[in-house]
């Protein structure tokens, strides 16, 4: 074998192995960065139909944006289940709390392209005109390219909310 031969040998492997992998990564990053901005929008979206189909008590449209496995934890501390509980509690208890509510995001952290954790300032403006603060958190997937509730966790601070 040439000298020649086993440097373009040596070469091949070098491309192979680092420049090849590098260029690739590289391609996903600037996917995902040209593409994230979409899918905050898209989320924040998401979170207004949630507040809308809350207070406006639209079954169809809570089945259609949120998982089948859904679970929730709600301020009470009552956990649901799957989404036949999760929309029943919902129900429940936006007629037993009714008033205007208003889901305000206030942050969103990609854990991988398809996953996300939302969080949001949940308030409810109750009949008698006081406002009840709280927070929700939010866990959301992007299924069939769609993004979806899959947890919700609200908590009602027992200091300021800041």
């Known amino acids: ?79 649901r289940r799957g989404i036949r509980s999760a929309i029943e509690g919902m129900l429940r208890s936006s007629s037993s709390n009714p008033g205007g509510r208003t889901l305000t995001v206030d942050a969103i952290r990609f854990l991988k392209a398809e996953t996300a954790i939302v969080d949001a300032r949940y308030e409810i403006q109750n009949e008698d005109g006081s406002l009840r603060k709280m927070w929700s958190t939010f866990i959301v997937v992007l299924e069939e390219g769609t993004w979806k509730i899959s947890a919700i966790r609200n908590m009602l601070p027992t200091g300021n909310p800041g």
């Open 1 to 79: 074998m040439s000298i020649k031969y086993k440097i373009g040998c040596i070469m091949k492997h070098i491309i192979l192995v680092v420049l090849f992998p590098t260029m690739v990564m590289t391609g996903l990053y600037a996917q995902n960065a040209t593409t994230q901005p979409q899918h905050q929008q898209d989320i924040e979206t998401l979170i207004d139909h949630y507040a809308q189909a809350r207070e406006q008590k639209d079954t169809v449209l809570l089945k259609r944006i949120l998982t089948a496995d859904i679970d929730q934890l709600v301020s009470t501390g009552e956990w």
